[in-house]
Structure formats: C-alpha cells, structure tokens
C-alpha cells in the first residue's frame, strides 16, 4: 500500500515556474513507477509524466514535453514535477499517482486505470 500527499501547488502568472512534491508512504514506493496527471474543470483526468522505479525512464504528455520535468527521490521517498514556463491551460488540480509495476515500458502508463493509488491533488492555477 502507498499513500501520497502533493503540495506546492498555487496561483503564478503565464510563463512562471512551480515545483510540485509527492510525499509517499509505504514501502513499495522505491519499486514503484509513478506519474503525475492532472484534471481541469469539466476535463477528464489527463497523463502528465510518469518515470519509472529508478529514475532512467521518463515520459512526458505532448502538451507539456520541454516544459516540465518529474524525479524522484528514492531515499526520501518523493515525487517531484518541475513546471515552467505555465500557460493558462495547464491550470488544473494535479495529482501523483502510483502504479504496481516498477518500469515503464510494456504497459500503458499514460492510462489512469493502471494506477491504483493516488494522492488528494493539488491545484495550480495559471493566469493569463
């Protein structure tokens, strides 16, 4: 079992930065791969980045590739997503999610299906 708690969501203007942390608990989290996704209002939640168990294999959604990055810190058990340069589309509640399979290859890690633990969200807002 994993529990996650993000933070470091808030209000930034266009074109500014937020760094959002995944606090997990439960240790499966070092073998887990994990991903951050994010739901807009009246939008299904949609794949943001995953990265795998050890940090070697990250994937990033179209929308948001060269604009953020996602770690992990194993030892301290957390989920890190770099946002830059936001635009107002990237508003949304973002949330980290775990899966139960450590790489990321040879399953769909961009379907929110294949993650069975997820943390409250955190909202970050972007004004234009």
């Known amino acids: 079992q994993v529990q996650l708690v993000e933070s470091g969501g808030g209000l930034v203007q266009a074109g500014g930065s937020l760094r959002l942390s995944c606090a997990a608990s439960g240790r499966t989290f070092s073998s887990s791969a994990m991903g951050w996704f994010r739901q807009a209002p009246g939008k299904e939640r949609e794949f943001v980045a995953c990265?795998?168990?050890?940090?070697?294999?990250?994937h990033f959604a179209d929308s948001v590739k060269g604009r953020f990055t996602i770690s992990r810190d194993n030892a301290k058990n957390m989920l890190y997503l770099q946002l830059n340069s936001l635009k107002a589309e990237d508003t949304a509640v973002y949330y980290c999610?775990?899966?139960?399979?450590?790489?990321?290859?040879?399953?769909?890690?961009?379907?929110?299906?294949?993650?069975?633990?997820w943390g409250q969200g955190t909202q970050v807002t972007v004004s234009s």
């Open positions: 999610a775990a899966s139960l399979i450590g790489k990321t290859t040879g399953w769909q890690y961009e379907s929110k299906y294949e993650y069975p633990y």
């Open positions: 990265i795998s168990w050890n940090g070697m294999s990250v």
